[in-house]
């Protein structure tokens, strides 16, 4: 079992940045390949961006390419996304999710095994 916790979200204007963090701790953390998510009220949790266990492989959704780097450091535990160039559309609530299946790299959320509570992230026109 790997508990996560999120924090790092906030307001912040359209072009802006923010760095989100998920701390871990439970089971070895470099033991899950990674990757945040995203909700909205009307739009079922989609993802995001994942990266592997050692950090070697990592993916992005299609509109966050460019935009958004997910990273880690396995030392702390620690899983991070950082976004810039923000805008309006990529307000929601982001998740980080855990995956020990091989098949984490699809973005599909039934791959995670564990997920955060979330952080709300709002971008203002």
């Known amino acids: 079992q790997v508990q996560l916790v999120e924090s790092g979200g906030g307001l912040v204007q359209a072009g802006g940045s923010l760095k989100l963090s998920c701390a871990a701790s439970?089971?070895?953390?470099?033991?899950?390949?990674m990757a945040w998510f995203r909700q909205t009220p009307e739009k079922e949790r989609e993802f995001v961006a994942a990266?592997?266990?050692?950090?070697?492989?990592?993916y992005y959704e299609e509109s966050v390419k460019g935009r958004f780097t997910i990273s880690r450091d396995n030392a702390k535990n620690t899983v991070y996304l950082q976004m810039k160039s923000l805008k309006p559309e990529d307000t929601a609530v982001y998740y980080c999710?855990?995956?020990?299946?091989?098949?984490?790299?699809?973005?599909?959320?039934?791959?995670?095994?564990?997920w955060g509570q979330g952080t709300q992230v709002t971008v203002s026109s």
């Open positions: 999710a855990a995956s020990l299946s091989l098949g984490w790299f699809r973005g599909n959320r039934q791959d995670y095994e564990h």
């Open positions: 990266i592997s266990w050692g950090g070697d492989y990592i």
């Open positions: 439970g089971r070895t953390f470099s033991d899950y390949a």
